[in-house]
């Protein structure tokens, strides 16, 4: 099968969204019809919160983040009308969010000495049980994960019940299906599901969801700025309920392994694993479709780019070396599928940390309740992206060997 040179040619867009991105071509550019202006941003979050002004400084010099990062957008994202649609209600969502977080933080000193406990923080490539894992730890009784409708709208305000900031959470997070029907098969996005935390960090200007959503090589992430806005955030949802740990995942916690664990020292690291010839192609597939929701002149990065490859080899040297905090237990993919609550009882074991009965009666109810594929297989071949696959058994060889990673074919 020969690699694909163009998106175009391997995803068809739906009416709807090929109509309005028409729209904007019609007006001479879709930044005429959806301008993606700092200033009128800024305003327009200062208006819609009634005044509020203060942004915050408890992750340093967000504006000048938040301008480096718009100048990007419009130099190289190269947005079509939805996509610029979507980034515009993100970086105007994000904007308010910081106006609301610093308010209740200012009316609420005791919210910036909430303590984050030993949270349980799993990290691995795409494919590799990440998205399962999460949800089945968040059923633990002593622990919780943010969800997706709380973390994007963590504030009450204006008298909006919580049921319309779930209603405001399900739009935003089941529109990426509605804009690209594949995008479900490759991660279901729920207001009620949990949310990884590429996107509950999304208002700190400075992680890693606005490099994901668009070619944006000359702006950098700033994971300093990024942990301290998670703390932040999470200090705010957890203030006044009871003491429970928090469940959290990204992938990108292999780039910054040292932040999380400066920000968390007694956090648990749960590092999934399965076979490469999985994992990366699906990284580089899953970033050429979240890119191709915004915009026609998506660029393919080089087969082995776009993965984790590199990071994993790297974290497996320092775990060898002992260059890391005794603090990293391991999840297999082959293992969590065959048995799920024999492989999170495994992983508390290991954790030291109680594991109940009623976790294990939740677990075993969420699998049968939850249907496999039920948007349709995820279906990708190393080729197709570019990949060969003896050359990249060969040089993942460093991580399979040490995790003793099962091959998958």
């Known amino acids: 099968m020969p690699p694909i040179k163009n998106l175009a040619e391997h995803y068809t867009r739906p009416d709807w969204v090929r109509r309005i991105n028409a729209m904007g071509d019609s007006v001479g550019g879709a930044r005429n019809l959806i301008p993606l202006d700092a200033d009128a941003l800024v305003g327009s979050a200062i208006e819609s919160t ?33 996509g610029r649609l979507m980034t515009r209600q993100e970086l105007l969502r994000g904007l308010r969010t910081r106006l609301l977080l610093t308010y209740a933080r200012s009316e609420v000193p005791a919210i910036a000495e909430e303590k984050i406990e030993a949270p349980l923080v799993i990290t ?8 399962i894992l999460f949800e089945l730890l968040a059923l633990d009784p002593g622990a919780r994960a943010p969800l997706a409708w ?26 990426w299906a509605d804009v690209q029907p594949e995008f479900a ?6 207001s009620d599901l949990p949310v990884e935390c590429v996107t509950i960090t999304l208002p700190g200007f400075s992680g890693g969801h606005w490099g994901m959503i668009a070619n944006i090589p000359g702006w950098q992430a700033d994971y300093a ?15 006044g309920g009871p003491p429970r740990n928090w469940v959290l995942k990204t992938p990108l916690y292999l780039v910054f392994i040292d932040l999380l664990f400066a920000t ?26 979240v890119r191709w929701e915004r915009s026609d002149a998506v660029e393919l990065p080089e087969a082995g780019a776009a993965g984790l490859g590199d990071m994993m080899i790297l974290l497996a040297q320092r775990r060898a070396a002992c260059d890391v905090p005794d603090r990293i237990v391991d999840s297999h993919f082959s ?31 969420y699998i049968e309740r939850k249907p496999k594929d039920k948007f349709g297989k995820h279906r990708y071949s190393p ?15 460093p991580y399979t060997d040490y995790y003793g990673v099962a091959l998958e074919g």
């Open 383 to 397: 080729e197709e992206w570019g990949f060969d696959r003896v050359q990249l058994r060969e040089r993942m060889r």
């Open 264 to 289: 968390y020292p007694d956090a648990w690291l749960v590092h999934t694993h399965r076979d490469p010839l999985k994992t990366e192609p699906s990284s580089l597939s899953t970033l050429a479709t």
């Open 185 to 190: 098969a490759i991660h279901e996005l729920r």
């Open 225 to 239: 700025a990024t942990m301290d806005y998670h703390r932040a955030l999470l200090q705010t949802l957890q203030h």
């Open 50 to 82: 009634g005044g509020l002004d203060d942004f915050g400084d408890f992750d340093g010099d967000w504006r000048a983040r938040f301008d480096s990062l718009l100048r990007e957008l419009e130099a190289t994202g190269r947005l079509h009308a939805v």
């Open 150 to 175: 709380e973390a994007l709208h963590p504030v009450p305000f204006g008298g909006v019940s919580e049921d319309a900031r779930r209603a405001m959470g399900e739009c935003e997070q089941e529109f």
């Open 124 to 131: 691995g490539p795409p494919r590799s049980g990440t998205s």
């Open 335 to 365: 293992e969590l599928m065959a048995d799920p609550v024999a492989a999170v009882e495994k992983l508390y074991g290991q954790m030291d940390r109680p594991f109940l009965g009623e976790h294990a009666d939740a677990i075993r109810g």
